[in-house]
């Protein structure tokens, strides 16, 4: 099968996905945890860009555009399964040069692709309305433009930001469903009623909800009509949990109390 071929057939299932019923998109930071999370049985994956700037030594937001495309490659050629790229803001602020990366990395074999509208100006946080929406209709047009039909989602970043409006969020995600977004997407919400509202004012597009605590279930978000879960950097940071607490062992006491119970990591990646 050809890489467009593949990318084809990945789009046409993200897609069918997103038509009904709710599907849980865990988030793989490299090869290993993808190919792990695939075997498992998730129909989708999706980057996350703290997960992949942990791996790089570095705090979210600090890896480069040619680094993040060629992590989508790694990521979108490790497994058969479709996989929905964070691409954070499109990694500029013009809508022109927003058009020009997404057509980047749509070539990368992904089959969708994220695009926030958080600045990253602390005294600033959100792009200006008409901006932020600008940017998602460039988005749109670099997809239609590239023929691939990946799934574009429209980010909200207000309660990541320190701005928890729901109100300004739902006024942002309906113009970017307007603006061509395929999914709409506000998170670090954590109370389901936010989620209802998201999930009413979009209609009948669907609603991306991160969860990243323990404050709902895959059960109760589809039972309001979510129709997509994702869990950002969350599993990368139970990984590096697991890490720091046994390596600070063996730095503070020299004991090795950790060490029990492991599993057979290279079992699962043998040869079928």
Known sequence: MTGMQKQKDQVDVFRRLHSSGCF????????GSARALEQMGFQALATTSSGF??????????????????????????????????????????????YANVTLAVATGIAGLSIEDST???????????????RIRAARRAIDDSGTGVVLTGRS????????????TIRRLRAYAE????????????????AVAI?????????NLLINAPFTTVANAAAVGVRRISVGGTLARCAWGGFLQAAQEI????????????????????PS
């Open 179 to 194: 603006a061509g977004a395929d999914c709409l997407y506000a998170p670090r919400i954590q109370h389901m009623e936010h």
């Open 53 to 98: 700037a942990w791996t790089l030594g570095r705090a979210d937001n600090q890896a480069t555009l040619d680094e993040v495309l060629n992590h989508l490659r790694v990521i979108a050629g490790a497994v058969s399964v479709p996989v929905n790229a964070d691409f954070e803001g499109g990694y500029a602020i013009d809508p022109q040069q927003v």
């Open 251 to 270: 730095a503070d006491s020299g004991t090795f109390s950790r060490f029990e119970d492991l599993p057979n990591v290279d079992a699962r990646f043998q």
């Open 24 to 31: 849980v998109m865990p988030n793989p930071w490299d090869a």
């Open 199 to 207: 999930v009413q004012a979009v209609a009948p597009k669907p609603v």
């Open 157 to 168: 970043e207000g309660f990541v930001v320190g701005r928890p409006d729901i109100d300004e």
């Open 120 to 134: 990253g100006d602390v005294a600033d946080p959100l792009y200006e309305f008409d901006l932020a929406v600008e």
